[in-house]
């Protein structure tokens, strides 16, 4: 179950709401463009799994600023099909970081590109920054203009990682 799914939404906006404790992802950006996301509190047990705090796939003109997550998964996790995204003032942790991809999993899958975290503070999370994609990928999918600035991390085991071998429970 996800908590709140936007779907093919234009020009919208989501504030000062707290998602707690969702099975799934707790926010869902599916094919929407101009979302501005501010003042939200996200939190699910650090061991829970799948519990995605923003996930974003197909979309474009994102913003997410002034925000607290803390899940048992991503934190943000930006998928295929993805542009003009722009992460700033987040806190993050526990979690798994702020995550571009997984990418190459399915056959043509649209690029990633205009990435932007900007002051963002991520504590106690397993990762910090992170770009995953399939080792075994059907269809090539490249990620460009990324930049990452202001990025504080306390505590975090792996603070940047660039995964061309992803595969998670050895499904590859």
Do not use: W
């Not at 919208?12 to 404790?21: K, M, P, Q, R, Y």
């Not at 803390?70 to 993050?92: A, H, K, L, R, Y």
């Not at 992170?130 to 930049?147: G, H, L, W």
Request: net charge neutral.
């Amino acid at each position: 179950m996800q908590t709140l799914v936007l779907n093919t939404v234009n020009n919208g906006v989501v504030s000062g709401i707290t998602l707690l404790n969702a099975k799934f992802f707790h926010m869902n950006i599916y094919r929407c463009k101009d979302i501005k996301i501010s003042g939200v509190t996200i939190s699910a047990p650090g061991d829970s799994p799948n519990t995605d705090g923003i996930h974003m796939g197909d979309s474009s003109k994102i913003t997410i600023a002034a925000t607290t997550i803390g899940t048992g998964d991503d934190c943000i996790s930006i998928g295929p099909g993805t542009d003009g995204v722009n992460i700033t003032g987040v806190t993050c942790g526990p979690g798994h970081g702020i995550s571009i991809g997984s990418l190459g999993r399915y056959k043509d899958e649209r690029d990633v590109r205009d990435v932007s975290v900007t002051r963002c503070v991520l504590r106690k999370t397993t990762n910090g920054l992170r770009i995953k994609s399939y080792e075994d990928s059907v269809s090539p999918v490249t990620v460009s203009k990324v930049s990452y600035d202001g990025v504080v991390m306390d505590h975090v085991d792996n603070p940047i990682i660039i995964d061309q071998k992803y595969c998670p429970n050895s499904i590859c």
